[in-house]
């Protein structure tokens, strides 16, 4: 599983990989909402948690549909399911490496744009931390959408429609952390139950992942 | 004892509902329309809310039905699951498509309702929010079945999307409760003592619901039988090909 783990890490590093798109998306992002919405400072503070959520969750969503699409095509996928791993694991290993590459860069980024959306003060610590705690839900849901559509030609759009309202609960636990955070208010209980959605995805969502890749590699 | 499964049985389902389908298909006619006209036309207008209150007898029961619709997608999708019934798959295929339609006209009624008495068509309450992920989530459950042609794989993967998917609907309708308070009125309907509708309202509300109810029966029949002779067609015409 690790060995699996780095190999997918090298393959996204590397070039041709889309490491950095994810990352670029967020930044275009964070700059087009200004450029649209006006450049009105209190404007921005008050929206900006809302903004730096859904552009971490359309970034995640962009690396997806090669989650799985890859190995698929090239036969890789056929070898994971027979070797000595369950395909539970593989998709765990699968989703972890996506989660290095962009879940995590993001949180890490996600401060910087935070600046550039005027975020109020006490909103960055709880912004970083909801982040982190959050998108490896992304990470894990989005797989699950991934191994449905794997066999699909195109499936890439329908992908974002089946993943999308799945994100829902995350998006809106993980947004109103940082929005209560931003008017000084306590963020334990929508950061406890951001943490429970990140524990029941990546606890059951495997084996629903292993379970539709099976049905696409029979 | 004659066993629910036999029904599972392509031949048999369609000998059973070739019968059921007319006799539900009148029945609800019958009970939407008089239903309608009893609670459009004999019921006395509401003191405040005036006649623009009598939109219930379409919202309450299609949003009754859009959320039942998914129920019983659910429960065909475990028996296709855990059984391989090709008519359980079938039917939860149909009944994807019907359910939309009853969201898509809860939320219409909805706004129609909501524009006189709120003085807007749409505000982001938690009822109303999680009407609208709903209709995402059918939709998303439709575009996978037409996107996938092989009818075995469609209906696996379909079916893994309807359970996961209920889980995270549950969680939706429960963040949207968190994440904003509500302008929704609440449920005026109970079976608790007290209730607050009076029964010139209620008989006609409750003859539509289950109107709807009959309606959503008829339909769903209506698409599996479309559903298993457009199987049958697809099964002759391979055989004739391979023939020929």
Redesign the interface.
């Known amino acids: 599983m690790i060995a699996l783990l780095l190999r997918d890490l090298k393959l996204a590093l590397r070039a041709g990989g889309g490491f950095g798109l994810g990352l670029g998306f967020f930044l275009i992002l964070a700059v087009l909402v200004p450029l649209g919405v006006g450049p009105d400072q209190t404007t921005l503070g008050l929206i900006a948690p809302g903004i730096l959520w859904v552009g971490a969750l359309l970034a995640c969503l962009l690396s997806l549909d090669r989650l799985f699409a890859l190995d698929f095509e090239d036969g890789s996928l056929d070898l994971l399911a027979t070797s000595p791993i369950p395909l539970e694991g593989v998709v765990t290993a699968k989703a972890l490496a996506h989660w290095l590459t962009t879940g995590l860069p993001l949180a890490l980024a996600a401060p910087v744009l935070g600046i550039l959306l005027n975020l109020p003060g006490p909103a960055y610590g709880p912004l970083m931390l909801s982040l982190l705690v959050g998108t490896p839900a992304l990470s894990m849901i989005g797989a699950?959408g991934a191994a449905?559509?794997v066999?699909?030609k195109r499936?890439g759009l329908?992908l974002s429609?089946?993943v999308?309202?799945?994100y829902?609960?995350t998006l809106?636990?993980g947004a109103?952390t940082v929005t209560r955070a931003a008017q000084g208010l306590d963020i334990t209980t929508?950061l406890l139950?951001l943490g429970g959605?990140t524990a029941g995805s990546v606890a059951l969502?495997p084996f629903?992942a292993a379970?539709?890749l099976r049905?696409?590699l029979? | 004892m004659a066993s629910l499964w036999e029904y599972a049985n392509p031949v048999k389902f369609m000998k059973v509902s070739g019968w059921l389908l007319p006799v539900t298909a009148v029945l609800a006619a019958v009970m939407v329309t008089v239903g309608l006209v009893w609670g459009f036309f004999l019921t006395p207008d509401d003191f405040r809310q005036g006649s623009t209150v009598k939109i219930i007898f379409l919202h309450v029961p299609s949003a009754l039905m859009a959320i039942n619709a998914w129920a019983m997608m659910l429960v065909a999708s475990l028996i296709w699951l855990i059984r391989r019934h090709h008519v359980s798959a079938l039917a939860a295929k149909a009944a994807g498509p019907i359910g939309a339609t009853m969201t898509l006209i809860a939320l219409i009624t909805g706004a129609i309702w909501g524009q006189p008495m709120w003085g807007t068509w749409w505000v982001w309450d938690p009822r109303l929010t999680s009407f609208l992920?709903l209709f995402?989530?059918y939709?998303?459950y439709i575009?996978?079945w037409s996107?996938?042609e092989d009818p075995d794989?469609a209906a696996?993967?379909t079916a893994?999307?309807c359970?996961?998917?209920s889980v995270?609907?549950v969680?939706?309708r429960?963040?949207?409760i968190?994440?904003n308070q509500g302008l929704h009125q609440g449920a005026s309907l109970s079976m608790a003592p007290g209730t607050r509708m009076d029964w010139s309202y209620k008989g006609p509300l409750y003859l539509c619901m289950t109107g709807f109810g009959v309606l959503f029966l008829a339909l769903v029949l209506a698409g599996t039988r479309t559903e298993i002779r457009a199987r049958r067609m697809t099964a002759l015409l391979t055989r004739e090909r391979a023939k020929g």
């Open positions: 699950f449905l559509t066999g699909l499936g329908l429609l089946l999308l309202p799945l829902v609960p809106v636990f109103q929508p139950l959605i969502l629903a379970f539709a049905i696409n029979r | 992920i995402l989530f939709i998303g575009a996978l996107a996938i794989t696996d993967l893994v999307l359970l996961v998917g995270f609907a969680l939706s429960y963040a949207a968190f994440w």
